[in-house]
């Protein structure tokens, strides 16, 4: 299957579907503290879905257990939500998407458990302002490489390394539809970008080496040194001018 365009009236859906992505993010990164479980914010997730109208998408996909992926300090992606214990210093990757009236929305931020040290606080920084260059990049004409090459240049300008193994993606009724977003590439390379595509973009940034491990639970994946990862992701829609992004409030 190629790249598919969505209508003006799709994206208005993956719109709203964002947007309340968005809300039920910002709901979750004002509880996390030090001291709670991180179960508590999938029952959240689970809870805040269900008053504005929409499905979490992560659980049961490929057997996901949770609503929500929650991967803390050294976890890059698929945390399982249960009984760990969150302290003070953490950082939490929060990754969250939903289905609203047919179509998906996905988004991810990382947040401080309390006080966290320079280094991490840098590190997150970083990871956000990847994320934005990448999304700079994403207008009419040119080439999904150009976002690669962005989000890697700029956390590499930074001293960090992006994670290779995973990757951003198309979306729209399906939660991964084509093409795969790599966060690292060369610019003028691949698919021309043209109005009407929605694609979500997720730079994962490690402090230390890009490679990474999976582990025991075949879900959770770390960063292979042990160094601290940060994740940030937006759905965006390409549009005749700048791109816009969709999972905001």
């Avoid at 084509?178 to 940034?205: D, H, R, S």
Wanted: glycine share 12%; charged share 20%.
């Amino acid at each position: 299957m190629g790249i598919i365009i969505k209508s003006d009236r799709e994206i208005a859906v993956m719109r709203q579907a964002g947007r309340i992505v968005a809300t039920i993010l910002g709901i979750l990164s004002k509880q996390v503290r030090p001291g709670m479980k991180t179960r508590e914010l999938d029952i959240i997730a689970s809870r805040e879905s269900a008053r504005l109208g929409a499905k979490p998408s992560f659980k049961g996909y490929r057997g996901f257990p949770a609503n929500l992926c929650v991967s803390v300090n050294d976890e890059i992606v698929h945390g399982i939500p249960g009984k760990r214990v969150l302290n003070e210093g953490d950082i939490v990757s929060l990754d969250f998407g939903v289905i609203f009236d047919g179509f998906q929305g996905d988004a991810a931020v990382t947040v401080a458990v309390g006080e966290i040290s320079p280094q991490a606080r840098q590190l997150l920084e970083a990871t956000q302002a990847a994320l934005n260059a990448g999304i700079a990049a994403a207008y009419p004409g040119a080439r999904l490489g150009d976002i690669s090459a962005a989000i890697q240049n700029y956390a590499e300008s930074k001293g960090y390394s992006v994670v290779r193994e995973y990757t951003g993606h198309g979306i729209g009724r399906e939660m991964h539809e084509e093409p795969q977003i790599p966060n690292f590439g060369q610019p003028g390379t691949g698919p021309v970008l043209k109005k009407g595509m929605t694609l979500a973009l997720e730079p994962m940034v490690n402090i230390g080496d890009w490679r990474t491990r999976l582990g025991s639970d075949h879900w959770v994946v770390f960063t292979a040194d042990g160094s601290l990862s940060a994740h940030f992701e937006h759905t965006i829609a390409i549009t005749e001018a700048e791109p816009e992004v969709l999972t905001i409030v």
